[in-house]
């Protein structure tokens, strides 16, 4: 299955296809025979981090799978231990030896942390390492409109992406078009809900994937597509795998659309309360 009729346009010339794999919990040699699954299967925009202590694995996935690596768009992201200039140059070079390639497709800051206040000179980082040819598209996650609004002010450069937590339950509508209206193309997280609540068997998605004869995993990747938002779930199953490609037969009605935003819970949806600006995470 090949993505690439239907890539998002960044604003920095480059493109990247609608859907990506997500590897939270994928390590290891289980986690290499997935990732290569996947790979293999059409799945070019693989989403890592430092934290998800898996960079090695997502290393080894590319070295095995049949696709060259030019093809492949490697994303990582910036612990919080690593806002400060100098410490974002070197984490991004070590990252980069750890998965053993030499520059990143994609990398973002992984959270703002904004009591910390160091954000934009992790920002920074990010833009002098893509001037060094370390990256090719720069981009944040979890950032608010005033994080963006600080960044872009201070350095000159909007980020091309910003990876937020996204799935029916919230939505985070007003965040998607902060980012909209930069320019930013927005990247969804855990947007199957990653089992923590119980998006996947909600009656009112389940009678609209029935009318289409889709799946809720399928209708729910389908309205983040229709909503110009990029989707990174996560799957290992070979199942999974497959039927998160399958989106391109099908789409949704305006009303349909309008019964998934009407699902959103607000604040009380986040899967963890993990709000940008109280969520600390620093390795
Ligand atoms: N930037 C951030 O702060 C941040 C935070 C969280 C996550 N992320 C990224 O977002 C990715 C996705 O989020 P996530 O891993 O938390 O959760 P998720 O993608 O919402 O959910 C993953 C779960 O959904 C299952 N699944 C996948 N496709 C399915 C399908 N078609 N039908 C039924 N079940 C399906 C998977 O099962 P199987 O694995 O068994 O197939 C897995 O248990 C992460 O892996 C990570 O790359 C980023």
Known sequence: MSLKEYEFQLNDGTSLPPVGMGTVHMQGAKGVTSLVQAIDRGYRLIDTSTNYNNEGMVGEAI???????????????????AHDYDKAILMIQESLYRIGIDYFDKYLIHWPLPKQGKFTEAWQGLVDAQKFGLIKTIGVSNFLEEHLDQIISETGVTPATNQIERHPYFNNKELVQVNEERGIITEAWSPLGREINDVLTND???????KYGKSVAQVILRWNYENNVLTVAKASNPVHQKANLDLFDFSLSEEDKEHIDSLDQGEDGRLQGQHPNEYEEFD
């Not at 070295?63 to 231990?81: D, F, H, Q, T, W």
């Not at 009112?204 to 029935?210: K, Q």
């Open 63 to 81: 070295r095995r799978s049949s696709v060259p690596r030019e093809e492949l768009i490697i994303s990582s992201k910036l612990p919080g231990a």
């Open 204 to 210: 009112t998605l389940r009678s609209i994937a029935d």
